[in-house]
């Protein structure tokens, strides 16, 4: 029980990091009405970055789901 937390906070932990390194393509210029639509598409570092923190969000909600059943 105690190594399900500790991956979960590990899991955590390297989620957050994840997604604040990510590189936003769109500011706020989006948000006050600019041009929003533009299509990036990622390469090298960044695409794995990017599914590094897709996979990282399953495995965290994955552990909260089975530390839930346990």
Not at 8 to 15: E, F, G, H, K, M
Not at 19 to 41: E, K
Not at 57 to 69: A, D, H, K, N, Q
């Amino acid at each position: 029980m105690i190594i399900l937390k500790i991956l979960q906070v590990v899991s955590a932990i390297l989620l957050i990091l994840t997604i604040l390194i990510q590189h936003r393509a769109s500011g706020l210029t989006a948000t006050f009405g600019g041009s929003g639509a533009t299509f990036v598409q990622r390469r090298g570092a960044e695409k794995v970055i990017y599914k590094a923190s897709i996979w990282l969000s399953v495995i965290f909600f994955g552990l909260t789901v089975l530390e839930w059943y346990l």
